[in-house]
Each structure stands twice: as structure tokens, then as C-alpha cells.
């Protein structure tokens, strides 16, 4: 069965400071995309990066970027200069046609 | 603007009534998807919707139902054979352009259904 694995049910961390969520999935498939979500209070998900399986390099996206070690099937997500906006629960979600999505990771910005 | 509009957003159900879930897209996809989410929880799927007139159970489909006439509407019907009904539903789609089934899915704003 597909899964996925937030290990880390709650972060916080200071304002402007770096924090990294970790992910791990478990997949037979050869070809799929990862992802990460997250949702605010207002329980909108919001696509925040997503990393092609096939590619070595790892995505980035403004202070957001991934550590994606295939081999491990480990999938960080690297968030720089936090801000509170940045406050959320945060979803790993892979596969290649339907989300497999874990429990997710609670992200708090201390000010 | 384009995107994907869920209503209502707040939807109360009485016990052994049936109640019926909006999700409309104008992002000319092919796919939509129905998912729910308890509190505490990760998105579970429900169904999906590769064309119209065509789709598939999720991993949670019993006590629900859909169909799919028109490609921009996926309507989710919760029945009254649906015994813990009380959640955040959200309906996402996706195109079929491009990766194809790799695409990103998007997101509505989802419906919170409580049960009176």
C-alpha cells in the first residue's frame, strides 16, 4: 500500500528563521510527483512546491525548497526567513494520479 | 478568474437525510477528485472523476455517491447510509495536459457538513 509519513506531528520556529519538515513515502510506482501542501486556518490547501520524481535536482520556490533523497524515499521541505504567514499545517502528499496524503505537521511561527 | 468554487460552505444535515455537496471548476480539467478530512487528520479519497460520465471509488466511497454530466461540475451526494458523516469535505481537480496524471491537483475551499 502507498503511504506516507509525517513523523513530526508539531515545529515551531522563530520568525526569520530556517525550518525543515521531514516526509517519508513508500511507493512501487517508477514515475510521480511529490508534493507539499499547506493549509492555513481558513482550510484552503495551497500547493506550496512540488519535486519530479525523475529529476535529481531538488525544487525550490522562493524561501522554499526540497530535499529529496529517492533512494531513502525521504522528502523535506526547507523553509527560509519564516514569516507568520508561513503558520499551517503542512501535507506531503505523493503519487502519480491519487493523493496519498499523511497525518501532517503543525507549523508555528513564534513573533 | 478561474479556479474552483465549493458550496456551501457550511451544510447541516439531519439524521437519515441526504444532502448534496457543490463543486464547480472553470479551469477546463479533465479530473476532479471529492476527498475528507476529520480533525486531526490527512485528506482521505472519496472519488474521482477522470472524464465525464465516468468515476471511481476512492478508498472511503460507502455512504457516498456522485456523477459527472458536465466536465466543470463533480456534485457529491452524502447519504443517509452514511453514519459518521460530520467533516471538511474538499474537491480538487487536475489537468490532463502536459504530465497528465502527474499534474498538480487543485484545490476548492471546501464544505464543513455537520450533523444536527
Known amino acids: 500500500a502507498q503511504t506516507v509519513t509525517q513523523s513530526q506531528p508539531e515545529m515551531s520556529v522563530q520568525e526569520a528563521e530556517t525550518v525543515t519538515l521531514s516526509c517519508t513515502y513508500d511507493?512501487?510506482?517508477?514515475?510521480?510527483?511529490l508534493f507539499w501542501y499547506k493549509q492555513p486556518p481558513s482550510r484552503q490547501m495551497i500547493l506550496v512546491i512540488r519535486q519530479e520524481a525523475y529529476k535529481q535536482q531538488n525544487a525550490t520556490e522562493n524561501r522554499f525548497s526540497v530535499n529529496f533523497q529517492k533512494a531513502a524515499k525521504s522528502f523535506s521541505l526547507k523553509i527560509s526567513d519564516s514569516q507568520l504567514g508561513d503558520a499551517a499545517m503542512y501535507f506531503c502528499?505523493?503519487?502519480?494520479?491519487?493523493?496519498?496524503f499523511g497525518k501532517g505537521t503543525k507549523l508555528t511561527v513564534n513573533p | 478568474d478561474g479556479g474552483i468554487t465549493q458550496s456551501p460552505k457550511y451544510l447541516f444535515r439531519k439524521e437519515g437525510q441526504n444532502v448534496t455537496l457543490s463543486c464547480e471548476q472553470n479551469l477546463n480539467h479533465d479530473a476532479m477528485y471529492w476527498y475528507r478530512q476529520d480533525p486531526g487528520q490527512g485528506l482521505r479519497l472519496i472519488y474521482y472523476?477522470?472524464?465525464?460520465?465516468?468515476?471511481q471509488k476512492g478508498d472511503i466511497a460507502e455512504g457516498y455517491s456522485v456523477s459527472r454530466e458536465k466536465k466543470e461540475s463533480f456534485p457529491l451526494t452524502v447519504t443517509s447510509a452514511q453514519k459518521n458523516p460530520t467533516a471538511f469535505y474538499l474537491c480538487?481537480?487536475?489537468?490532463?495536459?502536459?504530465?497528465?496524471?502527474?499534474?498538480?491537483?487543485?484545490f476548492g475551499p471546501g464544505t464543513r457538513l455537520l450533523v444536527l
Open positions: 502528499p505523493a503519487r502519480s494520479e491519487k493523493l496519498v
Open positions: 511507493t512501487s510506482e517508477s514515475d510521480y510527483y
Open positions: 472523476s477522470q472524464i465525464v460520465n465516468d468515476f
Open positions: 480538487a481537480s487536475r489537468s490532463d495536459a502536459g504530465t497528465g496524471r502527474r499534474e498538480t491537483q487543485y
